[in-house]
Antibody, heavy 121, light 108 residues
C-alpha cells in the first residue's frame, strides 16, 4: 500500500520561501504524477501543481500560483518537493502531497496526512 | 477559468438517501471525481471517472454526471458518513485541476 508523508517547517516568515518534502513508501514512483494540494484553515481544497516521476518538463501548475511555485522530484530517494516563494499570510494552510492518476483526466488516489504551515513573523 | 459549485451543506436523516450536487458548465462532458474528508483527516477518493468506486468504498456510494450537474448519492446514510465532500475535474482549457468548494454532509 502506497503511503505518503509530508515533512518541513511548520512556521515560515513572510516573504520567505516555503519548502516541503513528500516521501513515498510502499510503492514505486514510476508512471505516476506527484502532486501538492493545500487547504487554508476552514476552507476548501486548492490544487498547487504536479510533476511526472521523471521530472523534466512534465509538470503542471495552478495558473494562480505558477509564478511562485516549483515542484521537483528525486526518484532515487522516493521523494518530491514543493517550493513556494514570497509567501504571505494567505499561504497559511494544511499542505497535502498526493499521488495523481492521469489518463485523460486526473484524480488523486493516495494522500499524505497533511502538514500545517503557518506564515507569520 | 472553469468553476464548480457545491452547496455549503446538505442534511439527511439516518437511513435516508443524501444527494450532493456539483454544478459546472457542461460538466457532463468531463470526468468528475469525488472525495470525502472527515474532520482533521486527509481527503479520501470515493468516486472517480463519474461513477467508479475504488476498492473498499461501500456500495452505498454512487454518482452520476449529466448536463450541467454531477451528483454524489449516499444511500442509507449513517452517522459515519458525516464529512465534507468535494467534487473535482481536470480543466483541459487551462490545464489545471479544479475542486468544488465542498459540501458539509450532516446526518441527523
Amino acid at each position: 500500500q502506497v503511503q505518503l508523508q509530508e515533512s518541513g517547517p511548520g512556521l515560515v516568515t513572510p516573504s520567505e520561501t516555503l519548502s516541503l518534502t513528500c516521501t513515498v513508501s510502499g510503492g514505486s514512483m514510476t508512471t505516476y504524477y506527484w502532486s501538492w494540494i493545500r487547504q487554508p484553515p476552514g476552507k476548501g481544497l486548492e490544487w498547487i501543481g504536479y510533476i511526472y516521476y521523471n521530472g523534466n518538463t512534465n509538470y503542471y501548475y495552478n495558473p494562480s500560483l505558477k509564478s511562485r511555485v516549483t515542484i521537483s522530484v528525486d526518484t532515487s530517494n522516493n521523494q518530491f518537493s514543493l517550493n513556494l516563494s514570497s509567501v504571505t499570510a494567505a499561504d497559511t494552510a494544511v499542505y497535502y502531497c498526493a499521488r495523481a492518476v492521469t489518463s485523460g483526466t486526473t484524480n488523486f488516489d493516495h494522500w499524505g496526512q497533511g502538514t500545517l504551515v503557518t506564515v507569520s513573523s | 477559468s472553469y468553476e464548480l459549485s457545491q452547496p455549503l451543506s446538505v442534511s439527511v436523516a439516518p437511513g435516508q438517501t443524501a444527494r450532493i450536487p456539483c454544478g459546472g458548465n457542461n460538466i457532463g462532458f468531463k470526468n468528475v471525481h469525488w472525495y470525502q474528508q472527515e474532520p482533521g483527516q486527509a481527503p479520501v477518493l470515493v468516486i472517480y471517472r463519474d461513477d467508479v468506486r475504488p476498492s473498499g468504498v461501500p456500495e452505498r456510494f454512487s454518482a452520476s454526471n449529466s448536463g450541467n450537474t454531477a451528483t454524489l448519492t449516499i444511500s442509507s446514510a449513517q452517522a459515519g458518513d458525516e464529512a465534507d465532500y468535494y467534487c473535482q475535474v481536470w480543466d483541459t482549457t487551462t490545464g489545471s485541476v479544479v475542486f468544488g468548494g465542498g459540501t458539509r454532509l450532516t446526518v441527523l
